[in-house]
């Protein structure tokens, strides 16, 4: 696994454009510190997003992996162009000529998808730990360390999309071409949604959303719901207006958790089978 | 339609190896699917006596296909490095190799800088990092100028000495001929001959002219060891299948009344015998 590794971590690390890429993806997601010295004037109504509670304990574990997944684009194409360069250069020939076999290449593909999935979730981690001690109106530790569920599912959720990066890297060969791909993906998931809801189940929205929740995009979206409409702000505003606040579930869903890891083992096997049934 | 077609090769210790084919005879495709980046629709390889599988069996293996394939954001070092982790080849080995191809002041240049001479040398460095025991190279002369040509064959046979046994694919007839001991032909898929390179001369040949060579031809047909005739210009051209005596030749036909303004011992090059064998099977 090492040696899989620090095969896999020389190519992307040597290449220029990838390790700008990957310097480039972290100092941004820094910047989500500067969230909190945003300021709303609106006429005399003045606004201090840090004092609104975003980066209260236990919610900002919630509030920063929903902005930080965001930003997983920089590494989708970091992911994508790693893969197809080896297409283009004609090293993945190369390489299993030289004694890499085609489980080890995935494999050695697949870790560094881990690897960067993880090291995105304990940078996002002690980022927001830090943030949240610095804000946080509570700072018991029971209390800090509160939903850490979302940290965990932020992992899932990286893991989940590099692992369709990858494979779509490896099933279309050329990244811009597996990047645009990925748009079209993400597109036909809201046409199906849009027929499901009104074709099929028009009577039923629920019905058409149970469906759709084993799309792979779709189903990782699930996993961290938006976290807007649950900052007390808000939930003033809902109930003055409505009457009742809404009473969505915020949590990661286990059901959410079983699809994602589905749609991760199937991405990567599917890798695998295409590599094994094509003559490079 | 297949590239490749009932195929059977074996290859031994020592020796250096020339698989030789026109362009899309399936060289490659062999190679590629011995090398498992082709995937086979039917039949068996092994290597090694079928000791090991195939990705452990190649990291005892060196291999270029076709054209070199490096990271060309990498230095020269660097690729080889990348090379040693795959093969579990000692990092020490590199120095050696790059000074054995001559590439060892040009360690620390980035690979897309290099000519298509020096990428080709580095890719033979980079198949004999872990000291294989069999190398294996695709057309490694292919689109080199005459120099380059030159300094891979030179490399070919200084690694030929020191034990290595050597598959060389190729479709240049006399890079074979200088570098390989045993021959493989291929045509279409199918093999036509597989043996020693000398084994390919198994017809002699000889060149005759006289005044009259139709009766020359008669003659020659009841000559000892004759196998067949056919006309070269104002020459006559006699295939036979044993040497034979040119001085005797000539006394049989002297006894004939017929005099010979010309005879001479043809020695035919490697590219006559494979146009001919390719053409048999037409």
Redesign the interface.
């Known amino acids: 696994m090492k040696r899989l590794f620090s095969i896999e971590f020389q190519k992307i690390w040597m290449n220029r454009s990838s390790r700008i890429l990957l310097i480039s993806y972290f100092i941004i997601l820094s910047f989500i510190a500067l969230i909190a010295s945003l300021k709303i004037e609106i006429g005399s109504f003045n606004m201090r997003l840090a004092d609104q509670g975003i980066f209260n304990f236990p919610y900002i574990w919630h509030f920063n992996t929903y902005i930080a997944a965001v930003l997983k684009l920089f590494l989708a194409i970091v992911i994508v162009s790693m893969m197809a360069n080896e297409y283009s250069y004609g090293t993945l020939k190369q390489n299993l000529i030289d004694g890499l076999s085609k489980k080890e290449f995935v494999l050695s593909k697949f870790y560094t998808v881990v690897a960067m999935a993880l090291a995105s979730t304990v940078y996002v981690f002690l980022l927001s730990l830090i943030l949240g001690l610095s804000f946080s109106s509570y700072d018991e530790t029971s209390i800090i360390f509160t939903d850490l569920q979302f940290i965990a599912a932020y992992f899932l959720k990286l893991t989940a999309f590099f692992s369709f990066c990858l494979f779509l890297g490896i099933l279309v060969k050329r990244s811009a071409f597996a990047l645009g791909f990925l748009l079209v993906w993400n597109i036909f998931e809201g046409i199906v949604f849009a027929i499901l809801r009104v074709g099929f189940f028009a009577d039923s929205p629920d019905t058409a959303r149970s469906v759709m929740r084993f799309l792979p995009l779709e189903s990782m979206a699930n996993l961290i719901k938006e976290p807007f409409t649950r900052l007390s702000l808000i939930k003033q505003i809902e109930t003055s207006i409505g009457g009742a606040a809404n009473a969505k579930i915020y949590d990661v869903q286990f059901v959410d958790v079983v699809i994602v890891l589905a749609w991760t083992v199937i991405f990567v096997l599917m890798s695998y089978t295409i590599l094994k049934k094509r003559d490079l | 339609m297949h590239a490749v077609n009932d195929l059977s090769l074996e290859i031994r210790r020592g020796n250096v190896y020339g698989i030789l084919g026109p362009n899309g005879s399936g060289k490659s495709t062999t190679l590629?699917i011995v090398?498992?980046?082709?995937?086979k629709t039917s039949g068996t390889y092994e290597w090694f006596g079928g000791t090991k599988d195939?990705?452990?069996a190649?990291?005892k293996?060196g291999?270029i296909?076709e054209?070199p394939?490096?990271?060309?954001?990498?230095t020269a070092y660097?690729n080889l490095?990348?090379?040693c982790?795959?093969?579990?080849a000692p990092i020490s080995k590199i120095d050696e190799k790059l000074e054995l191809v001559g590439l060892l002041d040009r360690k620390d240049s980035k690979f897309r800088t290099f000519s298509l001479g020096m990428k080709q040398r580095l890719a033979i460095a980079?198949a004999l990092l872990n000291d294989p025991e069999i190398l294996i190279l695709d057309e490694p002369t292919n689109g080199l100028d005459p120099q380059g040509i030159h300094q891979i064959r030179d490399l070919v046979k200084k690694i030929a000495a020191q034990g290595t046994t050597i598959l060389l694919a190729s479709h240049l007839l006399d890079e074979v001929e200088k570098v390989c001991s045993h021959v493989l032909i291929l045509r279409k898929g199918k093999m036509l001959y597989s043996g020693p390179v000398d084994g390919i001369n198994a017809s002699e040949c000889y060149e005759l002219r006289c005044a009259n060579n139709e009766q020359l031809a008669d003659h020659l047909g009841g000559y000892p060891g004759f196998k067949s005739v056919t006309a070269e210009g104002d020459k006559l051209l006699m295939f036979t299948s044993t040497p034979i005596d040119t001085a005797h030749l000539n006394r049989y036909l002297a006894e004939k009344s017929l005099y010979v303004s010309h005879l001479a011992v043809r020695r035919r090059t490697l590219e006559e015998q494979f146009l001919e064998l390719t053409k048999e099977s037409l």
């Not at chain 2, 090398?35 to 995937?39: A, D, G, I, T, Y």
């Not at chain 2, 394939?69 to 990498?74: A, E, G, L, R, T």
């Not at chain 2, 982790?85 to 579990?88: A, C, P, R, V």
């Open positions: 590629g090398l498992n980046v082709v995937n195939t990705h452990n190649l990291k293996v291999a296909i054209r394939n490096f990271y060309p954001y990498m660097q490095e990348l090379v982790k795959i093969k579990e980079s």
